[in-house]
Nanobody, 127 residues
Framework: QVQLVESGGGLAQAGGSLRLSCAVS????????MGWFRQAPGKEREFVTR????????YYVDSVKGRFTISRDNARNTVYLHMNNLEPEDTAVYYC????????????????????WGQGTQVTVFL
């Protein structure tokens, strides 16, 4: 059973930075494209970014382009989300998710292709 555990969330001032980590265990991380989603209070969970199994391709939602960077270290079984120039609108619970490479043709901005999810980590950005 694949397990995902996020860490690195916390409080940050607007304009500041945080780095989230997602530790993957119980499976071969190279078998999965990895994504980050977030859920703000009172809102539905939304797609943020996704990286392919090799790390060669990444895609971002427009609201975080130029500020967030997703990366992965397959040797360490870890995926990262580097968040810079944070805004109060980034306040949310951030979730790491894994989608089998078999489903690579599916809409990766939707939740359905993702087989495994972490428990989430809270990010709060204040002015």
């Amino acid at each position: 059973q694949v397990q995902l555990v996020e860490s690195g969330g916390g409080l940050a001032q607007a304009g500041g930075s945080l780095r989230l980590s997602c530790a993957v265990s119980g499976g071969n991380i190279r078998s999965y494209n990895m994504g980050w989603f977030r859920q703000a209070p009172g809102k539905e969970r939304e797609f943020v970014t996704r990286i392919t199994w090799s790390g060669s391709n990444a895609y971002y939602v427009d609201s975080v382009k130029g500020r967030f960077t997703i990366s992965r270290d397959n040797a360490r079984n870890t995926v990262y989300l580097h968040m810079n120039n944070l805004e109060p609108e980034d306040t949310a619970v951030y979730y790491c998710a894994a989608a089998s490479v078999i489903s690579s043709s599916a809409d990766f901005t939707a939740e359905s292709p993702y087989d495994y999810w972490g428990q989430g980590t809270q990010v709060t950005v204040f002015l």
